[in-house]
């Protein structure tokens, strides 16, 4: 899958350096994508590049008395973010019902993948995420950006408004389906595929539009109808969260299937 054609050549070799850097230090990539703002469908003008990956290490790692840390992080310079988790710290936060690695597993947007990891991967995910866990954790990233702009009246960040939008559409997206599947990582897929009012949603494109033009979109109101939108769905989601039923069984089936996927892949190396 062709990199977007507006990529940065050398944005793209500092990412490639960074994935051989990791490889350097003994992990193998199973596959490394572009997470943020561009694959999320508002990239501006300026957006960093957000490259993540998942890896895996062999066998012979884990037989040691002092266990290698489970991320491989680099400093961040300039536009470029790279960083990656170990398989057995992204099954594990899956099975607490964090959708970070569903949505890497989803990204449009792929530097580099072992043929048919993400499809396995993927085909496990939707055995073992709880999508009612998985609607906790986007109703927690609405939270954190309540908090931050204080009122739905004030100027706020509207670059950052986007991070608001989204979590907000997916909870729309998944409380249409009734919680039982996860929602698309682009938004403005989710966006088409929810059903949320006309001029909200107008209003939500013309501002998408509008960061893919400008390098700063600077302080300002949040659009009428967005404003009207994002108050009255948080509100309902936080007065509506359903919590999810405590299965043990399924957990213990769950933490199974989890545990021979992460031997299998290991095993593979």
């Given at each position: 899958m062709p990199l977007?054609?507006?990529?940065?050549s050398d944005a793209v070799a500092a990412i490639r350096s960074r994935l051989d850097s990791a490889r350097g230090q003994g992990a193998t990539i199973l596959f490394a994508i572009e997470s943020g703002s561009r694959a999320w469908g508002f990239p501006s003008p300026d957006s960093d590049y957000d490259c993540r990956f998942v890896y895996v290490r062999p066998v012979a790692d884990h037989l040691v008395l002092e266990q290698p840390r489970d991320v491989i992080e680099f400093p961040i310079e300039g536009d470029i973010d790279a960083g990656g988790w170990d398989l057995r710290k992204a099954l594990l936060l899956a099975l607490g019902g964090n959708a970070v690695i569903v949505e890497w597993a989803k990204s449009p947007i792929v530097y580099e993948e072992m043929a048919g990891f993400r499809d396995r991967l993927l085909e496990l995910l939707a055995e073992i995420v709880d999508p009612a866990k998985v609607s906790r954790h986007y109703l927690g990233l609405a939270r954190s950006h309540v908090a931050r702009i204080g009122s739905f009246s004030g100027d706020v960040k509207l670059k950052k408004l986007f991070y608001f939008i989204r979590p907000i559409v997916a909870l729309d997206w998944m409380e249409q389906r009734d919680f039982?599947?996860?929602?698309?990582?682009?938004?403005?897929?989710?966006?088409?595929?929810t059903e949320i009012p006309a001029r909200a949603a107008s209003e939500i494109r013309q501002l998408i539009d509008k960061k893919r033009q400008t390098r700063e979109m600077g302080l300002g109101p949040i659009p009428a109808e967005i404003a009207r939108y994002l108050e009255a769905r948080y509100g309902h989601h936080e007065m509506n969260m359903a919590g999810s039923t405590r299965d043990e069984a399924r957990q213990t089936r769950n933490r199974a299937l989890a545990t021979a996927f992460y031997r299998q892949e290991a095993e593979r190396q």
């Open positions: 977007p054609a507006d990529f940065s039982t599947r996860l929602p698309p990582m682009n938004l403005v897929d989710c966006l088409a595929e």
